[in-house]
């Protein structure tokens, strides 16, 4: 279940916000926060999928709270601005992902504004997904050529012999090559 942020101070917006999203999906868990300490503060307890900002706030304007958000997290962010400053606060936030919708919102309008921004918060996760996994498969590629290294080292293998090596004690030992290549450097290097 996705938790979604409202930050609105206007208790009648809040409402309408929860209804619009209500009447789309089902499944989401709605929090509601007055000000910008309110939605700091929740933000800092809870992992938000999606955040609303309705400005201004009623100790912010809210375009520097959405910039925290967006840097902190992958949510996808979405700020109702008032049309006479919906353009220039789009130029602020707009390299940080935020889609700024102005008001009065058009339900037509923002309901599509809404789907854009869970379509690029799917995109971002899965990309942020994938450079984990690159992260952790460079990761192993430096530990297993250390070990490489210290085999060639200690052992007195070649390159290819000491590759050989860690392949065959994965497969002999039904473990993984990082964990063959941790093992080596363990004995040889403490």
Known sequence: MEQILIVSSSPKAAAFLQDFIRAGALSEQITVAANGGEAR???SQHE???IVI???????????????FAEGSTAGILM???SELAEEVAVRVEDFGIVVVSKPVNRLYLHQAWKLVQASRRRMSGL???NVKLR???EEIRVVDRAKCVLIQYLNLTEPEAHR???KQAMDLRKTR???AQGILKTYEY
């Open 80 to 82: 109702l601005v008032k």
């Open 54 to 68: 309705n400005s201004p706030l009623k100790d912010e304007f809210g375009h520097e709270l959405a910039i925290g």
């Open 128 to 130: 942020q997904n994938e």
């Open 136 to 138: 952790q498969k460079m």
């Open 41 to 43: 503060r929740l933000f």
């Open 178 to 180: 990082l964990e063959i």
């Open 165 to 167: 090596y860690i392949e």
């Open 48 to 50: 938000y999928g999606m």
